[in-house]
């Protein structure tokens, strides 16, 4: 073995002095809160991305949930979605009485297969929401055929898929754009660019928009910069149940230099990627993520699908003992503690959906990963396995 590595973890945030100095500007600045680097942050983001709106929110998940309340969905609707996910995407839907229609993935991708969508629909859907898992996007066209169809709003859980791209049309595209109706970011630090935390939603409706600005500040009609701004006494009103769901402007200035950091992360990190695909095509029975021609992923993970004659658990605890980190497939939803209580619906077998989770593991991918480091990932793997 090459020289040993002490420990690599699954993932590392790249953040350094930049991300320091934005920091301080925004606490030396006297305004920490929503304010003008939110506002930066939204305006730069939409840019990236080729949406007309961005939204700054505190994360993800209340991202998804307001996106939810913006097409309408209310208690006892149904919301057509994938339990092979992160558990905030059918958490987001049960926060809003509805409840979640779950069908399975394509084992290839890790995505929600498009041809089981159409059986799952039933008097009571009012909208998709699909994940681009792990950063892979979604059959989008496939998906919003049959949206069209049925007049449903289509919510893209982009949590993991900044800088993610689809062949739309003959062009490259981001996600985000949004080629659906609303698009939701996270920034969490396993992501690929991070504040911390916090989310950003995306659409080319400004009614939707100008919603989201009003539920994330507790509903109130005048927002802070405005009323400080005056001269003139304005006393605000609220006119409808919001929430707090609002981002920092701390956090925003270090969104603003990760935001361009990105295009040199996502090259790095396809980079890593094709080294993997080389590197670990010879193991027999392994099976390795597959992007479509038609998708290009930021690599937020990678994703492999081990032998059957593998234990997962040995071969995860042999790498950990070597000193590297992995983790297992993602979760199921419905086989979640919580949703053995929680409303849910079955709109087709679940499958592929609880075999990746059972045989799936991720394997480090981070920015600042060395090909020493990846080597060493690569030459346990193939040890163990």
């Given at each position: 073995?090459?020289?040993?590595?002490q420990?690599?973890p699954?993932?590392?945030?790249?953040?350094?002095?930049?991300?320091?100095e934005?920091?301080?500007?925004?606490?030396?600045?006297?305004?920490?809160?929503?304010?003008?680097?939110?506002?930066?942050?939204?305006?730069?983001?939409?840019?990236?991305?080729?949406?007309?709106?961005?939204?700054?929110v505190?994360?993800?998940?209340?991202?998804?949930?307001?996106?939810l309340?913006?097409?309408?969905?209310?208690?006892?609707?149904?919301?057509?979605?994938?339990?092979?996910?992160?558990?905030?995407?059918?958490?987001?839907?049960?926060?809003?009485?509805?409840?979640?229609?779950?069908?399975?993935?394509?084992?290839?991708?890790?995505n929600?297969?498009?041809v089981?969508?159409?059986?799952?629909?039933?008097?009571?859907?009012?909208?998709i929401?699909?994940?681009?898992?792990?950063?892979?996007?979604?059959?989008?066209?496939?998906i919003l055929?049959?949206?069209?169809?049925?007049?449903?709003?289509?919510?893209?859980?982009?949590?993991?898929?900044?800088?993610?791209?689809?062949?739309?049309?003959?062009?490259w595209?981001?996600?985000?754009k949004?080629?659906?109706?609303?698009?939701?970011?996270?920034?969490?630090?396993?992501?690929?660019?991070?504040?911390?935390?916090?989310?950003?939603?995306?659409?080319?409706?400004?009614?939707?928009?100008?919603?989201?600005?009003?539920?994330?500040?507790?509903?109130?009609?005048?927002?802070?910069?405005?009323?400080?701004?005056?001269?003139?006494?304005?006393?605000?009103s609220?006119?409808?149940?919001?929430?707090?769901?609002?981002?920092?402007?701390?956090?925003?200035?270090?969104?603003?230099?990760?935001?361009?950091?990105?295009p040199?992360?996502?090259?790095?990190?396809?980079?890593?990627?094709?080294?993997?695909?080389?590197?670990?095509?010879?193991?027999?029975?392994?099976?390795?993520?597959?992007?479509?021609?038609?998708?290009?992923?930021?690599?937020?993970?990678?994703?492999?699908?081990?032998?059957?004659?593998?234990?997962?658990?040995?071969?995860?605890?042999?790498?950990?003992?070597?000193?590297?980190?992995?983790?297992?497939?993602?979760?199921?939803?419905?086989?979640e503690?919580?949703?053995?209580?929680?409303?849910?619906?079955?709109?087709s077998?679940?499958?592929?959906?609880?075999?990746?989770?059972?045989?799936?593991?991720?394997?480090?991918?981070?920015?600042?990963?060395?090909e020493?480091?990846?080597?060493?990932?690569?030459?346990?793997?193939?040890?163990?396995?």
């Amino acid at each position: 073995m090459s020289e040993k590595i002490q420990y690599i973890p699954i993932a590392q945030p790249w953040l350094g002095e930049a991300e320091a100095e934005a920091a301080r500007r925004a606490i030396l600045s006297g305004w920490v809160t929503q304010g003008p680097e939110v506002a930066a942050f939204e305006q730069e983001f939409a840019t990236y991305v080729g949406a007309n709106y961005a939204c700054a929110v505190a994360n993800c998940t209340t991202a998804l949930h307001l996106a939810l309340l913006a097409v309408g969905v209310k208690p006892e609707d149904e919301v057509i979605t994938v339990s092979h996910s992160f558990i905030a995407t059918a958490n987001s839907i049960r926060y809003c009485g509805a409840i979640p229609v779950f069908v399975d993935i394509e084992p290839q991708t890790y995505n929600i297969n498009p041809v089981l969508i159409e059986d799952a629909i039933s008097e009571r859907t009012r909208a998709i929401v699909l994940v681009h898992q792990m950063g892979m996007p979604c059959d989008l066209k496939s998906i919003l055929e049959i949206a069209h169809c049925y007049e449903l709003p289509v919510i893209e859980d982009a949590a993991c898929a900044i800088a993610s791209e689809i062949l739309w049309d003959g062009q490259w595209e981001k996600i985000g754009k949004p080629h659906g109706d609303i698009a939701c970011f996270s920034f969490h630090p396993r992501k690929v660019i991070t504040t911390g935390d916090g989310g950003m939603i995306t659409t080319n409706n400004p009614q939707w928009d100008e919603q989201f600005r009003l539920w994330r500040q507790h509903g109130m009609s005048v927002p802070d910069t405005l009323r400080h701004g005056a001269k003139q006494v304005i006393f605000e009103s609220y006119p409808m149940l919001g929430y707090n769901y609002r981002m920092t402007d701390i956090q925003a200035a270090v969104g603003r230099e990760q935001l361009k950091r990105l295009p040199e992360i996502v090259e790095r990190r396809r980079y890593l990627a094709q080294r993997y695909h080389h590197q670990l095509a010879d193991i027999p029975g392994l099976k390795l993520p597959t992007e479509p021609a038609w998708a290009k992923s930021n690599w937020q993970s990678y994703c492999v699908r081990l032998p059957e004659s593998c234990d997962r658990q040995r071969v995860m605890q042999v790498m950990l003992d070597a000193g590297i980190s992995t983790r297992r497939g993602i979760m199921c939803a419905h086989r979640e503690p919580a949703y053995e209580v929680e409303s849910w619906l079955c709109g087709s077998d679940l499958t592929e959906s609880e075999q990746a989770q059972d045989h799936a593991m991720i394997l480090p991918l981070f920015h600042q990963m060395t090909e020493q480091e990846q080597d060493c990932v690569v030459e346990v793997l193939k040890t163990v396995c």
